[in-house]
């Protein structure tokens, strides 16, 4: 008999646990966190981009109640700086997320590629109503189907080619300038049909081969151009906004799923707040006083370079903009790579972009 006793005893208790349990998890409040949260960032914490990354991070531990504590890896460091495996590595866990560019998520997501069809997109308000329209909806659904959930658009900038031989103005004026580009196909079918001779390389090796001149030049927006010093190798940059590479917060799926709702917000609402922040950073002093007040104003922070070019052109360099003509000439020679890649984006997304822009 006290047999029995015991063992309904030890039944209910049994069944008390699981109970308790079952009403933890549901609340959350057992959920169980990782110590830490691996970032992937291509970029160092002095980039504009960085400072986004760091942003993100601390927002997400200060209304987290330091629940969640994420750590930004720089430098592609959990890749051995092979920049474009960052959504791969994501989309499996072995990353939890990611500040990344447009450009390396491309291997996985081909739709990124729409950002990167030359002289498309060319201004700040063309490519707001991109991201905040149905063109960013269509990206982050791409993504959703590869196990990555896209958080928020963040920004890395619209890509200016700088060099050390001349000043850039024309198509021939790149014929055979050695060039690094990041090792996506689009990028190499770019320059190709311009006449260059392209040379893709990680980000991590660029800077390198900058300093022993393997090559020319290179492309980068001016939040990667300021804090590299990119006036110590190369004395000319054309300033064409040929293309753009926004930045996405984006997660791991699977884990994102496992989060409590209160966490999945406190993280979401994070993102939107640090890609502002980090957008503003990338344009300020190339959209009037539009960033830099907007960083004064909501972020209580001010720019250390307000006015990139005229800070490039104090270092020495020669900084060119083109006339109508002249970007014309680029327009022209860069089309017949629309033949290619337009089909690769996606038709429906091509037009969806065009309507975007329109609106
Ligand atoms: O590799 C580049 O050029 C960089 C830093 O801009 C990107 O990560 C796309």
């Known amino acids: 008999m006290n047999r ?94 990611a500040m990344e560019s447009t450009i390396n998520i491309s291997p996985v997501i081909t739709e990124a590629n729409i950002f990167s069809l030359p002289f498309f997109i060319n201004n700040f308000e063309n490519l707001d109503k991109m991201e905040y329209g149905e063109t960013g909806k269509a990206i982050f659904k791409a993504m959703d189907a590869k196990g990555l959930v896209g958080l928020a658009w963040a920004e890395n900038g619209f890509r200016q080619v700088t060099n050390s031989k001349l000043a850039i103005r024309t198509p021939a004026d790149v014929k055979g300038l050695r060039l690094r580009v990041v090792g996506s196909p689009i990028f190499i079918d770019t320059f190709r049909q311009l006449g260059a001779d392209p040379v893709n390389m990680n980000w991590g090796d660029a800077v390198t081969a900058f300093g022993q001149g393997v090559v020319d030049g290179q492309e980068n927006p001016v939040g990667v151009l300021v804090p590299v010093q990119i006036w110590q190798y ?107 890649w337009v089909p690769k984006i996606g038709q429906a997304l091509y037009k969806q972009a065009m309507a975007d822009m329109a609106n």
């Open 234 to 340: 190369h004395k000319y940059a054309t300033f064409w906004n040929y293309l753009v590479d926004p930045v996405i917060i984006y997660w791991n799926k699977k884990q994102w799923n496992q989060f409590p709702p209160d966490i999945q917000k406190a993280i979401k609402d994070s993102a939107e707040e640090a890609g502002i922040f980090e957008k503003a950073l990338c344009r300020a002093g190339l959209d009037g006083d539009k960033s830099l007040n907007l960083l004064k104003d909501r972020f209580n922070h001010t720019m250390e370079v307000p006015e990139p070019v005229k800070f490039m052109e104090s270092k020495g360099m020669t900084v060119t903009f083109l006339t109508d003509d002249e970007r014309n000439a680029f327009i022209d020679a860069t089309k017949p790579l629309y033949e290619k």
């Open 4 to 97: 029995r006793i015991a063992h309904l005893r030890y039944t209910l208790a049994l069944a008390i646990c699981f109970a308790v349990a079952i009403v933890f998890s549901v609340n959350g409040e057992a959920a169980d966190f990782k110590k830490e949260y691996k970032m992937q960032i291509n970029v160092g914490p002095q980039f504009y981009w960085g400072m986004g990354a760091q942003k993100f991070s601390d927002l997400v531990k200060e209304r987290t109640n330091g629940q969640i504590n994420i750590k930004p890896y720089w430098g592609s460091s959990l890749l051995k700086g092979a920049q474009l495996k960052s959504a791969q590595l994501v989309a499996n866990g072995v990353i939890d997320c």
